[in-house]
């Protein structure tokens, strides 16, 4: 130790030590980080790095070597032989070489092996550069330190290789590069230890050999830009590295990100795949890498085509999924693969099966529609020519439904329709069908059933209804039936059509919960209802209603005290049409809403330019007072026409109240907040007239024509007109008598006080020129002149 230490300290520059010091920790850091990358790599690239940390290292040991030895100082002439300094160099680049291949072979102990290969290799570098070392005398070597030197090499070295091969940490690793600084700087100085120089003037310098100076020059710059090269070239290379795994990361991303599955092949064998296709299968992404893809797809995607729409994919429960493949080429990993997007169509097929469904039946209930009905019966009617047999179609129609979807929502008015057909479909018999052919409208198709047979199963189907537990809804919906039977009423599926609809429409007309057979007489008379209606919804639009004006009279002073608006149509071919025929009609078809908004926009329009405020009374159907937003249109159109609210008066019947008392009460005040008078019409010919009349405090009270037609005839009649005066005055309602046409009328209702009369002794309905007197106040003469 002590020869060693003197050799250090007094034979060497100590300056020239510390860079070789520095030059040395720099080979053994980046030769083991290059050793350590080559370790993970395979194939060409494991041979590639293993060649560069071996250059690394070989070049960097060989420089500690000769930058210590240029820090030795003899004190006589020294020089280099140039071949053999090449020869060291060569000699550590390959021993380091075949350390590190050794330390990387999958044998038992190979990096202690490789260890002590590396040691022993730079002492085989060492003693060749001491060969290159020319000096004037001759070296002795101590053979004891010379193996001392080869033993802390080789140990060292080994360790150094061991523990840098199994770290798992960075400062492990650190660790193992500073056992290699140490066992390559103990060799050195313990292998300078046992060499002692001998004078001798007759040894004489070579004079090939390079100058020590130049040489330190070369060593220096040549191991230090090796060094830094290779150091840089393995931090690009891990940072490239770093982006294409973080790269690859956002490509997983992404890839996991689709909803399809995707999936690269390299040739039957799965590379990579995404999550989704995992999931498609049942396995997790680790389980299906390196799998056959034939072993997943029933039908290899291996084909010419470049979509494979109908595959089928085996899932891991043994379950087969329909798939659309689209395979591609593309280049991965350097090399073609094929790349397959794989699509789910189980949700596909369901939807087109759910289209498929919904294109032959109703939607709500689940019944064939009428496309699937039609196309049965063309086809029933074939097989009933054919073998001579009858065939009926029962056309069903649920009476008020709209009001079932107005009282109760359209949630009930479904339920119903669903208990409907339930209901119906249960008396059904085999091969008869039930089709829904849009909103309450229904048809049963019965083959091989004549008209008998018929008739029982539609009083069947009317009981079936009746029984059917279908809440309160049901309490006000009822199915009028008609009956069309082949070959009888037709022999065309369209004709039986027309036909069972003609009855059904006449079923409807004579009341609830009937079924009529057609008959020829009944075509006549619905073609003409059905043109009437149809007329009636152009109606308006075509000028043809007119509204004509009766006055009211206070019967004490004989002042008119308003009008009531009468409305008329006047067809262009069949002429007046009396409103106790369209009316109704309307109020069936729902087109009263547009000509009930016509009338009352009319007349508030007309009333407001009168110079007299007097009022006029317009009739509200029921129809108009249970609609949505009545109450709020009686508003719009009165702040549009500016006419005051005191001055209208709503005119309602009994019958208008008892089919939603509720509903209409709460319309009828709101309407009687913006104040609005409302009149009971036609009192004591409808139901519960003094439960309504407590309900609802009405502002007149109209007594019925058909009382005041015989008041001076009939003792029944004036007891019964006496009596709602009375009521009237005990409410503190005035009474008005409607149909008032003979002056003994008259004196009868004046003489028991009845407040205001209107029938033809004051004046016919007319059109309002006829009673300019009345609404500017002239006379009959001034108002003709102005």
Avoid at 693 to 698: D, G, H, I, K, Q
């Amino acid at each position: 130790m002590t020869a060693l230490y003197d050799c250090i300290t007094g034979n060497h520059d100590l300056k020239l030590v510390l860079l070789a010091a520095v030059v040395c920790n720099l080979a053994a850091a980046t030769s083991l980080a290059l050793l350590d990358h080559a370790r993970v790599n395979a194939g060409r690239e494991r041979q590639l790095w293993l060649a560069t940390a071996a250059l690394a290292g070989g070049t960097g040991i060989w420089a500690t070597h000769f930058i210590a030895m240029l820090a030795f100082s003899p004190g006589i002439p020294s020089a280099y032989d140039l071949g053999l300094t090449g020869l060291s160099l060569l000699i550590g680049i390959g021993m380091a070489a075949a350390g590190f291949w050794i330390a990387l072979r999958p044998l038992p102990g190979a990096a202690w092996i490789g260890g002590a290969q590396i040691g022993l290799g730079v002492g085989a570098m060492h003693f060749t550069g001491m060969a290159a070392f020319e000096v004037a005398g001759r070296i002795v070597w101590d053979p004891g330190l010379v193996l001392a030197a080869l033993a802390v090499g080789a140990g060292l070295g080994s360790l150094a290789l061991a523990t840098t091969l199994r770290a798992a940490s960075v400062g492990v690793k650190l660790a193992g590069a500073g056992l290699m600084v140490a066992g390559i700087c103990g060799l050195h100085f313990t292998a300078m230890g046992a060499a002692v120089i001998v004078p001798d003037p007759s040894v004489a310098l070579s004079g090939t050999a390079v100058p020590a100076a130049i040489l330190a020059v070369a060593v220096a710059l040549a191991s230090i830009t090796i060094l830094v090269l290779a150091f840089a070239g393995l931090w690009l290379h891990l940072r490239d590295e770093r982006r294409s795994v973080l790269e690859g990361d956002r490509m997983r991303g992404l890839a996991n990100a689709a909803a399809e599955g995707l999936v690269v092949c390299d040739g039957d064998r799965i590379v990579t795949l995404n999550d989704s296709f995992a999931d498609l299968v049942g396995l997790t992404p680790e389980a299906l890498t390196g799998a056959a893809l034939s072993g997943v797809l029933v039908e290899p995607a291996a084909t010419d085509a470049a979509e494979a729409p109908e595959a089928q994919l085996r899932r891991h429960d043994g379950g087969l999924v329909p798939v659309e493949v689209i395979r591609r080429v593309i280049d991965f990993a350097g090399r073609p693969h094929a790349a397959l997007a794989v699509r789910d169509l189980r949700a596909r097929k369901r939807a087109e099966a759910r289209i498929a469904y919904l294109a032959h039946h109703d939607a709500l209930t689940g019944a064939p529609n009428r496309n699937s009905f039609n196309a049965r019966l063309a086809q029933e009617i074939a097989l009933a020519q054919a073998a001579g047999r009858p065939l009926a179609v029962l056309c069903a129609d649920l009476d008020r439904f709209k009001e079932v979807n107005d009282l109760f929502g359209h949630a009930a008015g479904d339920g119903l329709l669903r208990a409907v057909c339930a209901a119906i479909t249960a008396v059904l018999g085999r091969g008869q069908m039930l089709a829904r052919l849009g909103g309450d409208e229904f048809a049963v198709l019965a083959p091989n059933l004549d008209a008998a047979g018929a008739e029982a199963l539609g009083e069947a189907i009317l009981a079936a209804l009746r029984q059917a537990e279908t809440g309160p809804a049901g309490a006000i919906a009822a199915a009028s039936l008609g009956i069309a039977v082949f070959p009888h009423d037709g022999t065309e599926a369209e004709t039986l059509m027309i036909q069972a609809d003609t009855a059904l429409y006449r079923a409807k007309q004579e009341g609830r919960g009937r079924l009529r057979f057609y008959e020829a007489r009944m075509g006549v008379q619905v073609r003409e209802r059905r043109q009437i209606e149809h007329d009636l919804r152009h109606a308006v639009e075509r000028g043809e209603f007119r509204i004509v004006y009766q006055p009211q009279t206070r019967i004490d002073t004989g002042e008119a005290v308003g009008f009531e608006a009468l409305l008329r149509w006047h067809h262009p071919e069949r002429g007046t049409i009396p409103p106790d025929l369209f009316i109704p009609i309307s109020e069936e078809t729902g087109s009263i809403l547009g000509i009930g908004e016509w009338v009352l926009r009319e007349t508030c329009r007309e009333a407001a330019a009168w110079d007299k405020p007097l009022r006029i009374a317009v009739n509200v159907s029921a129809v108009q007072l249970h609609a949505p937003g009545f109450s709020e249109l009686v508003h719009e159109v009165l702040f549009t026409t500016g006419l005051a609210p005191a001055r209208l008066e709503l005119e309602i019947t009994e019958t208008a109240l008892i089919r939603d008392l509720p509903r209409a009460l709460s319309t009828l005040r709101r309407v009687k907040a913006m104040g609005v008078r409302i009149a009971m019409d036609d009192f004591g010919t409808g139901y519960s007239s003094l439960s309504n009349l407590r309900a609802f405090p009405f502002d007149k009270i109209k007594i019925d024509s058909s009382f005041t037609r015989s008041v001076d005839t009939s003792e029944q009649a004036a007891t019964i007109v006496r009596t709602v005066l009375g009521l009237g005055r005990g409410l503190g309602l005035p009474v008005l008598a409607e149909g008032v046409e003979t002056s003994a009328e008259l004196a009868f209702l004046g003489a028991e006080a009845c407040h205001e009369a209107q029938g033809y002794l004051f004046g016919r309905p007319a059109p309002i020129e006829s009673f300019r007197h009345l609404t500017t106040g002239r006379p009959r003469g001034e108002e003709a002149a102005a």
